[in-house]
């Protein structure tokens, strides 16, 4: 069955739903604490205000037990879930990846060189595995973090909240416009890291003929200049 960009991309977290599904305890529990925070401390100055202190005494006991759980669920997950995430999604990818370049004919191989199949099989899934995680850990981070600072604003006074949706916008347009140059600067980092990967893989396969025509010095210093 043929896949779309989104579904192969993603295939590594359909593997394993539940695991990943709880995996998300770890950025909202993240973006929701220091939201709850600050409403539950606006919450008892407004009692300490009005002459309410049993009210408020009751409060500052319910943000002690938040911050308790708080922190004992920020250090289970990122040892569950945030760490082995990673690992899974690494694994995951060089086991398909792998299991399909072995199979490759190896005339094919040696034609098309060695170094593209590292670059591909190391750099490619290291890339990949990177991208997930922050797409599942860090941007649920910032889209509930967003959501909820939204609302707590708009519950403090709606005229803030817009001007909080008109910035938000704003910063999102510049850091678009800011991203196209530096497609092309990203680019050009990721060819040199692949050239730096042909020439050390060159000089490592071809050891003897380094050392014996004593161009060891020239060789480290085109690897050096790349």
């Not at 190896?106 to 590292?118: K, M, P, Q």
């Not at 890339?127 to 997930?132: H, I, N, V």
């Not at 050891?207 to 085109?222: C, D, G, H, R, T």
Request: hydrophobic share 50%; proline share 2%; net charge positive.
């Amino acid at each position: 069955m043929k896949h779309t960009f989104m579904q192969r991309y993603l295939q590594p977290l359909w593997e394993n739903k539940k695991f990943y599904f709880g995996a998300l305890l770890h950025p909202i529990n993240k973006a929701v604490f220091p939201i709850l925070t600050v409403y539950i401390v606006k919450l008892i100055t407004g009692f300490i205000e009005n002459g309410q202190y049993e009210a408020a005494e009751r409060y500052i006991y319910i943000l002690a037990v938040c911050t308790i759980v708080y922190y004992a669920l920020l250090f289970t997950t990122f040892k569950i879930y945030a760490l082995m995430s990673f690992n899974r999604i690494k694994w995951f990818l060089q086991t398909e990846y792998l299991q399909q370049y072995v199979t490759l004919d190896n005339n094919d191989t040696e034609r098309f060189g060695l170094w593209r199949f590292v670059a591909i099989v190391k750099q490619g899934i290291d890339t990949w595995s990177y991208s997930l995680q922050n797409l599942f850990f860090e941007w649920w981070y910032l889209l509930l973090t967003l959501i909820l600072s939204f609302i707590l604003i708009l519950d403090t006074n709606t005229t803030f909240a817009l001007i909080y949706v008109v910035v938000l916008f704003l910063s999102l347009l510049m850091a678009w416009r800011l991203d196209i140059p530096a497609v092309r600067w990203r680019n050009k980092r990721r060819d040199q890291e692949h050239m730096n990967s042909r020439s050390l893989i060159r000089i490592i396969m071809s050891k003897f003929e380094v050392l014996q025509s004593l161009k060891l010095p020239q060789e480290l210093q085109n690897l050096r200049q790349q």
